[in-house]
């Protein structure tokens, strides 16, 4: 069966309701495991049903950001999703507490047991019309943001469009371009603005009416952490200033000197040489069929998994009109098929989807046929970046099947621009604890900070005094800070660990490529820190960590330089 004839129905959510407090109902009474179990996996259907129609309706939405019909069903997944966590939530209240619990621990995995009591630290009743709230503010950006009609070469551009000309070899077309997005940006910068504002107000009224002082505590209990706080993220961000930063700095000194730019700007970060960056040249067909060639040479599991995408039209790649921005990989969970979607524009990114969007496919699928619930098959987020990440870097011996002449320009530009990242990436993340420790800081206050942040964390960029930028408004197209507040740092974390996978690769393929399975294999079924253990990572929040990684991996970047 194919990704189109997957069948969507909207769920009836006062049925779902009603089955949900039966069963919790039954759980209370229910006094052995044995009469326990046949209810979780009950509740477990319910849900992965639940989960598959929501997430059906997401893709088709997102892939056709004008049709009404799933405009109006994720309307609706928006009004409604809370009452059916409320519901779910319940019933956890009463799962949590059952004596025989150890039991159910090694039936469904202790992280799910964890995941729950997280759950219910960071959901209640009470915030059912603010988390509506928010999921429509969230909606309303992504819209807008898919609004973009830049006229620019002849065409009509949305924003993913526009990366092709913010990678052209002319300076002059590439500052044009870059004028033409801000352009688009200051005409709804108000919106954007207003938009955020009341992100952060809805979302800092949730978190004092579940008692903590702001979002922050509940906000990282929102994305399922359970082994680290803030204090150890600031630790980290501090390893970073000191042993990322100057090498990405590093970096950009030696690539205005390679693209002969002695005034280098911000329009010219994504040109990495004189004669033009890295260049597939290729359809969308004949990247998917470079990406068959990769997965079967990688592995016979890897080649399973991609032949499963292909096969059942598991994959939607081209960007057109009215398809929202960006990238991402879900899971359809009744057909425990994973679903790419993304919008290539011509550049090297889209190889990078190829790799990076199918590691995080990769992970579900295998997990999925190994885990006994739903809740574990996908681990925390930045967990589940070191999957995709690390994924890329596996790619690295197999690039002649995307680039005709371009790999080893473009195994230099992808790892330089691994490391370049990690700055920006904690530059988010701190701005993210600004505002919400400070949530009645006004959008200028807020401006001033991301810029203040801007210069700590990315010295090297100059605006050439574009005002928009200058005045603080970047962070406005990162999407991530409005739909899923401190996310943002998880690529970070998971690109140190992907690292290190990195340098394994190099030494010895076949127990690097173990390790990274057995870490699929695992799914959610333990938390971040605890995952890093099991495999033997380096953890990232631990003193030390970057001052040893980060040298070998600026070798391995000098010895791929072209």
Known sequence: MKFNDFTYERPDIEKIEKQLQKLTSDLRQASTFQEAKPILDQVNEIGVHFATMATLCAVRNSIDT??????????????????YVNAINEYYKVLVKLPYRKELEEAYTKQFFTITEIQLKSFDSAILEELTE????????????????????????????MTVYANHPDRAVRKAAELKKVEFMESIEEKVDSIYDKLVQVRTKM?????????????????????????????????VVEFVVPIAKTIIENQAKRIGVSDFKSYDIPIF??????????????????????????SKETKEFFDFMVEHDLMDLETKPGKAGGGYCTLIDAYKAPFIFSNFNGTMGDVDVLTHEAGHAFEVYTASKLLPVSDVYWPTLEACEIHSMSMEFFAYPYMDFFFETDSKKYRFKHLSESITFIPYGVCVDEFQHYVYENPNATPQMRKRKWRELEKK?????????????EEGNYWHRQSHIFSEAFYYIDYTLAQVCAFQFLLLDRKNHEQAFKKYYDLCKLGGS????????????????????LKEI??????????LEV
């Open 526 to 545: 333990l938390s971040f820190v605890s995952l890093l253990k099991e495999v033997g990572l380096k953890n990232p929040f631990e003193e030390g960590s």
């Open 273 to 298: 040489y004189s004669d033009g960056n890295p260049n597939h040249g290729k359809s969308k067909d004949e990247l998917v069929e470079g990406a068959k060639a990769f997965y079967s040479a990688l």
């Open 66 to 83: 004008t049709d009404a019909f799933y405009e109006e069903e994720q309307n609706f997944f928006d009004e409604n999703s809370p009452k």
């Open 134 to 161: 928010e999921a429509k503010l969230v909606t309303e950006y992504s819209k807008l943001m898919a609004s973009a009609k830049i006229e620019f070469d002849g065409k009509i551009n949305n924003l993913s469009q």
């Open 207 to 239: 978190a004092k009416k579940m008692g903590y002082e702001n979002y922050v505590d509940f906000g990282y209990y929102r994305l399922g952490r359970s082994d680290y706080n803030s204090k150890d993220v600031a630790g980290y961000r501090k390893q």
């Open 550 to 559: 980060m040298p070998q991996i600026e070798e391995v970047l000098k010895s």
């Open 457 to 469: 964390y990315t010295p090297w960029k100059n605006y050439d005094h574009i005002s928009y930028y």
